[in-house]
């Protein structure tokens, strides 16, 4: 008998297999159906598994349906005269959700981390961020370059609060999370180049490369927050 957050999953993976298929496809009515319904079976696990009894679960949880709004509103992005808009706020949704994920992490190591103690790793990240920034700004419109930059910022902060982590939680729950706050930057980079550097980057397939590392983020850190939450030796920690 499969339990209640175990098909959750399910349903999930289920969709994830439609939403690749419609996305390989472009078959629009089947993507607008499956994508916004990706992060509510994913949201739904994640509850059932009893992990929003904390403050970091209850983090990860808002920081999900914020993704899920932004799923709902980059569908929208190039249709139609409103086209900018919608890819502001969708944008706008998702930085929301790494603030969100940057707190969860961030709270969690409780002014402790690997990198208060290493702290020229930040530069690495730093690097990334002054780089990408200063390839995209040239071809950013007007209107974007401040809300650009921000989100380059915040999801940049979001990998940092992760890293921090490492020596404080179990390196296999480690694993989870950190390759899911940089496959979700990976994504968000694909977004970026696909958006404003179509003509001097072709990416293969952007719409499989964006939505696949995209997922997959979101899985792992889910997974991986609910591995950390439920760990006896971990749980009511913090």
């Known amino acids: 008998m499969v339990s209640k957050n175990n098909s959750w999953l399910i349903l999930f993976c289920i969709d994830v297999v439609?939403?690749?298929?419609?996305?390989?496809?472009q078959n629009i009515p089947l993507i607008y159906i499956t994508k916004p319904l990706l992060m509510i079976f994913l949201g739904f696990h994640f509850y059932f598994n009893k992990a929003t009894d904390?403050?970091?679960?209850?983090?990860i949880l808002i920081g999900l349906f914020f993704s899920f709004l932004g799923d709902t509103?980059?569908?929208?992005?190039?249709?139609?005269?409103?086209?900018?808009?919608?890819?502001?706020l969708g944008l706008g949704s998702f930085l929301i959700?790494?603030?969100?994920?940057?707190?969860?992490?961030?709270?969690?190591?409780?002014?402790?981390?690997?990198?208060?103690?290493?702290?020229w790793i930040s530069f690495l990240f730093l690097t990334f961020l002054i780089s990408n920034s200063l390839f995209l700004l040239p071809d950013?419109?007007?209107d974007f370059k401040i809300p650009v930059l921000v989100y380059s910022t915040i999801i940049t902060l979001m990998v940092l609060?992760?890293?921090?982590?490492?020596?404080?939680?179990?390196?296999a729950i480690f694993v989870y999370l950190i390759i899911g706050v940089l496959l979700f930057m990976c994504s968000d980079t694909l977004i970026g180049l696909n958006q404003f550097k179509k003509e001097e980057i072709q990416i293969p397939y952007p719409r499989i490369a964006i939505m696949s590392t995209y997922i997959l983020a979101q899985f792992l850190i889910i997974k991986g927050s609910i591995k950390l939450l439920l760990a006896k030796n971990l749980l009511g920690t913090r």
């Open 18 to 25: 439609l939403n690749l298929y419609a996305e390989a496809i």
């Open 161 to 171: 609060s992760c890293t921090n982590l490492y020596t404080i939680i179990p390196n």
């Open 97 to 119: 959700t790494q603030g969100l994920y940057f707190l969860a992490f961030w709270k969690y190591a409780n002014g402790e981390g690997y990198i208060r103690n290493h702290p």
């Open 73 to 88: 509103f980059l569908m929208f992005r190039e249709t139609g005269a409103r086209s900018q808009l919608f890819f502001l």
């Open 54 to 59: 904390s403050s970091y679960g209850k983090l």
């Open 140 to 142: 950013l419109p007007a």
